[in-house]
């Protein structure tokens, strides 16, 4: 297959999904898996048969959720900027919820479904003011974000959704960042919801079914072969210490990074190793339009040498062909001596890889390949 392609370990993601499965059994626990971080046609679908939800962003991924297999009803929908339209094909489609993210949007919402004499399955996407202590591009739960209604609004935002008509208000939706390592902020979390919860039932006489709590729970980047399944057992039995819902709640999540990012590699070629005046470059044929992590966050990707017989090891930066100096992987990374031609491994690469590219310098899209199917 021509380089750069992305490779996807489908067996890894079964095994991902039947991990999260084993450690949710029992509970009444459901989760959905974020779109966003890869809607690799494939993935979604195998994703979408082992009993999952989806968590949607835009009406082009319900409706890829939808022909992928997830069922209308199993399909959470956020996003802060919904229009009118997505909102009313959203109500057609009969979706199970939408993660409101603002009073506004409650109004319109309201509005749309009225006017088709519809009801919208709502929930309150509330802003806990928890600081997730990750990159600042991804931590999302702090007081003053674009996200979610804060806290300051909540008895407004709770009168609202019980009285404005058209409207089935169904719960809260909470989500706090991404990549998260340590469960401290999950269990800021679960401590944050419970006065919500008591507020909405005792003062408002809301009927809370649903929390979700998001997702979030990051993984091992460092050592990628060594610890191929994040800690699901401490995410999952955090909420199962720290939470106690109401009876006949059920606990949602909504996980991306944690269940594709290990799957998937970015498998690149080696055009040429240039020599700069104290280091190597090794210029590679996968650029910052197929893998942009590098360049937007600054995240490190472990990079191997798949093909280099070499026993001697060098220092190189390893760089893309993009005309922009960010368009780099790594700088002073060891490898086994590298040249051109030898087929390099930027691991995982499952999560907001794929799904994040662009056609920058009129570049190709890294089309996707399956071992393990
Ligand atoms: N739910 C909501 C409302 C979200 O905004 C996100 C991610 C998720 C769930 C899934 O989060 P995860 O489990 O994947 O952390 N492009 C960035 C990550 C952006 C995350 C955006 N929201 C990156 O490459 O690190």
Redesign the pocket.
């Known amino acids: 297959m021509n380089t750069p392609y992305y490779q996807y370990d489908i067996a890894l993601l079964r095994k991902t999904l039947d991990t999260i499965r084993e450690e949710t059994a029992g509970y009444d626990y459901k989760v959905h898996y ?1 779109i ?2 890869n809607s690799d046609e494939v993935i979604v679908k195998t994703v979408a048969e082992n009993g999952f939800g989806a ?1 949607c ?1 835009s009406i082009g991924e319900v409706r890829h959720a939808i022909k992928c297999g997830f069922a209308a009803s199993d399909i959470a929908y ?1 996003g802060v900027g919904k229009t009118d339209d997505e909102i009313s094909e959203a109500i057609d489609l009969q979706i199970g919820c939408f ?1 409101v993210e603002s009073l506004e949007e409650l109004h319109i919402i309201s509005e749309i479904a009225t006017s088709k004499n519809a009801v919208a399955n709502v929930a309150l ?1 509330l802003n806990p003011d928890i600081d997730a202590h990750t ?1 600042h ?2 931590t ?1 739960g702090l007081a003053e974000n674009k ?1 979610g209604i804060s806290l300051h609004l909540l008895d407004e935002a709770l009168m609202l959704s019980k009285t404005l008509p058209g409207l089935k208000m169904r719960g809260l ?1 909470f ?1 706090i ?4 390592l340590t469960m401290e902020p999950y269990k800021l979390l679960c401590e944050r919801i419970k006065p919500i919860l008591d507020k909405a039932k005792n003062g408002y006489g809301l009927k809370i079914d649903y929390v979700n709590v ?5 993984i091992d980047y460092e050592n990628p072969l060594v610890n191929p399944i994040s800690d699901f057992k401490g995410f999952f039995n955090t909420f199962k210490e720290n939470l106690v819902l109401p009876q006949g709640s059920q606990l949602h999540f ?6 594709v990012a290990q799957c998937g590699s970015l498998i690149t070629k080696v055009i040429y190793v240039k020599r700069g005046l104290e280091k190597q470059i090794v210029i590679v044929d996968a650029g910052m339009n197929n893998l942009i ?1 590098p360049a ?2 600054q ?1 490190y990707h472990k990079i191997e040498n798949l093909t280099s017989k070499s026993s001697d090891r060098a220092v190189y930066d390893v760089v893309g062909p993009i005309c922009e100096s960010a368009d780099t992987f790594a700088e002073n990374l060891t490898l086994p001596v590298t040249s051109r031609g030898d087929i390099l491994a930027i691991r995982s690469a499952g ?2 890889g794929q799904s ?1 590219s662009s056609h920058y310098n009129m570049r190709n899209d890294a089309p996707a390949q399956y071992v393990g199917l």
């Open positions: 974020a966003k971080a968590d962003v956020a993660n996407r990159h591009y991804i999302t996200f939706h989500h960042g991404s990549q998260i998001g997702g979030g729970l990051g909504e996980l991306g990074r944690a269940i992590r937007l966050y995240a999560a907001y994040m």
